[in-house]
C-alpha cells in the first residue's frame, strides 16, 4: 500500500507552460507538504497545509499555487514554468498536534519536473 | 549561513567500514533530530529520530546529539553496499510545522 503517492513521477515540459502535480496520502495525516529538491540534492520546503490550512508558504515565486480540497489531497500549480522550476518535487505529510513528540514525514516517491 | 549544514560528499568507503555522518546547526530552538535515507530515485525515508541531545541506537546505526555544540552525527557499523544512499540530517523546534534539512550526504559502500 502507498502511503503518499504522487503522480506523475516524469513531467517534461516548455518554458511558460502551466502544469499541476497531485498528491494524495493514505495515512490519516492531518498536514501536507510540498519540499523542492534541487540537482544537488538540497530539499527545501516550499508550502504546508493543516487540515486544508495554509500554514507555511515559503518564499517562493506566486506562480506556484498549492490547493488542498481536503486533508488527504495536495496539489500544485505552477504556471509559466522556468527553467530553474526543473527539480525533484516531493510531496510529505505528517501528524500534528500530538500530545508528545512530533511525527517525522513520509514523502513520496517525488516527480521530476524538467523544463526545457 | 545556511540554518543546517552538512557536508555533501561524496563519501566511499569499503564494505565492513564505520561511517560518521555529521551535522551542525544554528537555531538553538532546535529540540527534534532526525536522519533521514533516500535512495536514487526514491523519497526520502525516516531513519532515525531524536528528541534533544543524548544517543540512540538502531541496529547498526546510532544517533547522537549534542546540543551544547550544535553538532549531530550518525553512525553506521559494518556498513553494508546497501547502505549506499543519501544520508539527510534534519531539525526541528517545538513549536512550527517547519523540519529544516541539510544538504544530504551521499555515501557510497564499495563491495
Known amino acids: 500500500d502507498t502511503a503518499v503517492s504522487q503522480t506523475p513521477k516524469y513531467l517534461v515540459t516548455q518554458m511558460g507552460n502551466d502544469k499541476s502535480i497531485k498528491c494524495e496520502q493514505n495515512l490519516g495525516h492531518d498536514t501536507?507538504?510540498?519540499?523542492?529538491?534541487?540537482?544537488?540534492?538540497?530539499?527545501?520546503?516550499?508550502?504546508?497545509?493543516?487540515?486544508?490550512?495554509?500554514?507555511?508558504?515559503?518564499?517562493?515565486?506566486?506562480?506556484?499555487?498549492?490547493?488542498?480540497?481536503?486533508?488527504?489531497?495536495?496539489?500544485?500549480?505552477?504556471?509559466?514554468?522556468?527553467?530553474g522550476d526543473s527539480a525533484v518535487y516531493f510531496c510529505a505529510s505528517s501528524q500534528e498536534g500530538l500530545t508528545a513528540g512530533i511525527s517525522p514525514l513520509h514523502f513520496g516517491n517525488g516527480t521530476r519536473l524538467t523544463v526545457t | 549561513q545556511k540554518e543546517v549544514e552538512q557536508d555533501p560528499g561524496p563519501l566511499s568507503v569499503p564494505e565492513g567500514a564505520i561511517v560518521s555522518l555529521n551535522c551542525t546547526y544554528s537555531n538553538s530552538a532546535f529540540q527534534y533530530f532526525m536522519w533521514y535515507r533516500q535512495y536514487s530515485r526514491k523519497g526520502p525515508e525516516l531513519l532515525m529520530y531524536t528528541y534533544s541531545s543524548g544517543n540512540k541506537e538502531d541496529g547498526r546505526f546510532t544517533a547522537?546529539?549534542?546540543?551544547?555544540?550544535?553538532?549531530?552525527?550518525?553512525?553506521?557499523?559494518?556498513?553494508?553496499?546497501?547502505?549506499?544512499?543519501?544520508?539527510?540530517?534534519?531539525?526541528?523546534?517545538?513549536?512550527?510545522?517547519?523540519?529544516?534539512f541539510g544538504a544530504g550526504t551521499r555515501l557510497f559502500v564499495k563491495a
Open chain 1, 32 to 83: 501536507m507538504y510540498w519540499y523542492k529538491q534541487d540537482s544537488k540534492k538540497f530539499l527545501k520546503i516550499m508550502f504546508s497545509y493543516n487540515n486544508k490550512e495554509l500554514i507555511i508558504n515559503e518564499t517562493v515565486p506566486n506562480r506556484f499555487s498549492p490547493k488542498s480540497p481536503d486533508k488527504a489531497h495536495l496539489n500544485l500549480h505552477i504556471n509559466s514554468l522556468e527553467l
Open chain 2, 64 to 100: 547522537q546529539v549534542d546540543k551544547s555544540s550544535k553538532y549531530i552525527s550518525l553512525f553506521i557499523r559494518d556498513s553494508q553496499p546497501s547502505d549506499s544512499a543519501t544520508y539527510l540530517c534534519a531539525m526541528r523546534d517545538t513549536g512550527g510545522f517547519k523540519t529544516i
